[in-house]
């Protein structure tokens, strides 16, 4: 007997190994170690065959070590759904059944530098529970119940010895393996919401919404719906009500949300209504924890999960709805390969399944919002917050008067400053955005012109911190230098900061309102776990009074208090060349105005702009999505983007621009060549891509513009298989949320 297993390595992929008979019966979706060069790497099984797939005669096949499983570790229906991923996405399957296991188990792949060793029962083992002496079938026992393996610390602290492990090991009864420690690097946990009340009466909009959806998911069969509500309108409360009659009716539920530290109150919700019934996947669980919720789940002992973009591929059986909250959401997609889209992995599942998909967005992407227009999707529509509130009024500031008014270096407008000091006084809450991280955003030299940019990347550095804690630092490689004070090409010692960001604006803030509490949310100030959590906590619980943050203060959260939303520089980004600056800006604004008068007091916004009259800024304000979508479509049909047309965007990465650009140039040929006379791919470059130089490697960049997927990425990989020398340098983007 031959198995293809997928091994944790990029770019190796499917290997084919011989089952030793002794070793026992393989099955589709177990796990196996197996040797790869000097070393040995666990791998899953994904195709049985009697012959040795795709080896060429006379090559040696090597036999694998160990079978771990009897039975499969990953259900056949994750295997089927990977393979679709990678296959869809241009990604290796190993890497891709890699994204559908625990953290645990893909552990050894991350950079961490910790590692612990590891016991693994192994398929022998597994048949051998009921022999040896009482002490050893206990502890096989013991790791039959750890189909992820459990730490050789964790056996020895429940009183095995370690020559009880090392026995057993030479028997071939278990497997120890030294595996990397995942320290993760996002803090985060779940912050107490409010709980949810069963007898809470459903607004008339919420209770049609909710009838609609209960008689689709009655239907179990394959359907997707949008369920398009504005910011308040209560989504929450028809995702239970319409989770616990899927449950009722036997079969199980996942929901999907962007990030669960960023929108804790879901899956608070979550939790206080169905209990022990559901598993929440996030990453400040300890190891133990999410192995424990795992295995819960693979035995069926779980209904519900929430969960990140991986959980997805999570191995609920009986599945009979799909929600992914947000879905308009970038963190849905998987910015390294497989560069998947969760959101539309999701609807892949449910199609495999007969299961219902609720799409829920308060600004549903254009894509979504088009198959809702043109009948692909159910849409369902809440125009109205809960409880009559009214939406935030929303005022939008021309700061090219306030230049005039004040000089170019106004950070708060007059509007915003007032605003800010009427709300402190009223002991009301107000957040303050502005989405770019840092204090100055260039260090340039007023003699000569030219800008501090990072050695290794086509970047300013970003100047961070004040007075002596003051650097110059590379937000895509983290470059940190201290900041020049004198010009580095021409030395003139008239260096001066300009452009400004998030800790600027909180000094900024903390100057004009003396006395307030004032606090930071981004990626810097939230780099030590649970940070996230304990700021919105505090800021829950009223020890903040102005929150200063990025876009992460726009997402779902509920923080009654809050009356009043500054948005510095709402233009951030429109200036970029990308096919979604305009979408983006504007489900950015009508997200983060809708942060605003969620509690009993209304809410007001005050926009910051040097573009007034761009209409992603105008019908925000408004909170108008269909005149929104309408004008954007007009753009995309002209300029042949999504949703009509379908994009992959193609990167070459070389050490020289010149290699780069011929390499790419070659392969567009290629790809040229094999459309000759059919006409199915429109071809855009190569050209410098935007970021031309990142970690030192030089980037070029073509589109590939089409109406079939597929046949877009059979040219596609086609012309890459032309040269093989290319395939670790090329970055294959399918659907990419973003062309920079
Ligand atoms: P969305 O996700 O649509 O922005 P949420 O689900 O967060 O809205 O609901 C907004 C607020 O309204 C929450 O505090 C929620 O508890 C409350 N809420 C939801 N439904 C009702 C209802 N029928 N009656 C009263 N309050 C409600
Ligand atoms: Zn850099």
Redesign the pocket.
């Known amino acids: 007997m031959f198995v293809r297993v997928a091994v944790p390595i990029p770019q190796l992929d499917l290997l084919t190994y011989s089952v030793p008979r002794d070793l026992g019966h393989a099955v589709v979706g177990a796990r196996a170690v197996v040797p790869l060069g000097a070393r040995s790497v666990t791998g899953v099984i994904v195709a049985v065959d009697r012959t040795p797939h795709g080896v060429a005669e006379g090559a040696d096949v090597r036999p694998i070590t160990q079978l771990l499983d009897r039975e499969p570790f990953v259900p056949a229906e994750i295997i089927a759904l990977a393979q679709w991923t990678a296959e869809y996405y241009s990604a290796g399957i190993g890497e891709t059944i890699l994204a559908t296991l625990p953290p645990t188990t893909r552990a050894e792949r991350r950079d961490a530098h910790k590692t612990r060793r590891v016991a693994w029962l192994t398929a022998a083992g597994q048949d051998g529970l009921d022999t040896g002496t009482p002490r050893q079938q206990e502890l096989l026992r013991l790791l039959a119940a750890s189909p992820q393996g459990m730490a050789t610390a964790d056996v020895t602290a429940r009183g095995f010895s370690a020559a009880l492990l090392t026995r057993l090991s030479s028997q071939g009864l278990i497997v120890l393996r030294r595996e990397r420690v995942n320290r993760d690097p996002f803090a985060s946990s779940v912050v107490a919401g409010?709980a949810?009340d069963p007898d809470?009466?459903?607004?008339r909009e919420?209770d049609d919404a909710l009838a609609r959806l209960v008689t689709l998911a009655e239907r179990r069969e394959f359907q997707v719906a949008l369920l398009h509500?504005?910011?308040?309108?209560?989504?929450?409360?028809i995702y239970l009500r319409l989770a616990a009659r899927v449950r009722a009716a036997g079969r199980r539920v996942v929901m999907l949300v962007p990030e669960i530290a960023l929108t804790p109150?879901v899956a608070a919700a979550f939790r206080h209504m169905f209990g022990e019934q559901v598993a929440i996947q996030h990453s400040a669980l300890s190891d133990g924890e999410r192995h424990d919720q795992w295995q819960r789940i693979r035995n069926g002992e779980v209904d519900i999960v929430v969960g990140t973009r991986s959980a997805v591929f999570t191995p609920v059986e009986h599945l009979g709805l799909l929600i992914v909250d947000e879905e308009h959401d970038g963190s849905y997609k998987q910015d390294e390969s497989p560069r998947y889209n969760g959101r539309d992995v999701a609807i892949v599942r449910a199609q495999k399944m007969g299961a219902l998909v609720v799409l829920?967005s308060?600004t549903p992407s254009m894509e979504t919002y088009h198959n809702a227009v043109t009948g692909k999707y159910e849409h369902i529509v809440?125009e109205r917050?809960?409880?009559d509130r009214p939406m935030a009024s929303v005022t939008v500031v021309d700061m090219r008067e306030q230049y005039a008014l004040d000089g170019p270096e106004v950070v708060l407008s007059r509007p915003l400053k007032v605003a800010l000091a009427d709300r402190l006084l009223k002991q009301e809450q107000a957040v303050v955005l502005l989405n770019r991280r840092g204090f100055a955003t260039s260090v340039f030299c007023r003699q000569c012109g030219s800008s501090v940019e990072c050695p290794n990347c086509s970047v300013s550095l970003v100047v961070h911190g004040d007075g002596s804690a003051r650097r110059a630092r590379c937000h895509y490689c983290n470059y940190t230098s201290r900041v020049p004070s004198a010009c580095p090409s021409c030395a003139a010692p008239y260096m001066e900061q300009a452009g400004f960001g998030t800790e600027r604006v909180e000094q900024e803030v903390a100057a004009a309102c003396p006395g307030a509490r004032v606090a930071r949310l981004d990626r810097d100030s939230t780099r030590r776990k649970g940070a996230i959590a304990a700021i919105l906590s505090r800021f829950r619980d009223r020890e903040i009074d102005v929150l200063v943050g990025t876009q992460m203060i726009a997402k779902?959260h509920?923080f009654?208090g809050v009356t009043l939303v500054g948005v510095i520089s709402a233009d951030v980004g429109l200036g970029m060349a990308d096919f979604r600056a305009s979408e983006r800006t504007f489900q950015l604004l009508t997200q983060v105005a809708?942060r605003a008068g969620?509690g009993e007091r209304p809410g007001e916004a005050i926009v910051q702009t040097i573009y007034p009259d761009h209409y992603s800024i105008q019908l925000a304000c408004r909170q108008d999505y269909p005149s929104f979508y309408r004008k954007e479509l007009l753009f995309r049909t002209a300029m042949r983007y999504p949703p009509n047309v379908s994009l992959i965007n193609v990167i070459v990465r070389a050490k020289s621009f010149s290699q780069a650009m011929d390499e790419a140039g070659a392969v567009v040929e290629q790809m040229r060549q094999r459309d000759e006379g059919q006409k199915q791919i429109r071809l855009l470059g190569p050209a410098p891509a935007p970021l031309g130089r990142l970690r030192g490697e030089y980037r070029v960049q073509f589109l590939v513009k089409g109406i079939h997927r597929t046949r877009m990425r059979e040219i596609l990989a086609e012309s890459l298989a032309a040269r093989p020398e290319l395939a670790r340098r090329v970055v294959v983007d399918i659907d990419p949320l973003s062309v920079l």
């Not at 809470?200 to 607004?203: K, S, V």
């Not at 509500?229 to 409360?237: I, N, P, Q």
């Open positions: 409010q949810p809470r009466r459903l607004t919420q509500g504005v910011t308040g309108s209560g989504k929450t409360e109150v829920g308060a809440l917050r809960v409880l779902g509920d009654p809708g969620r």
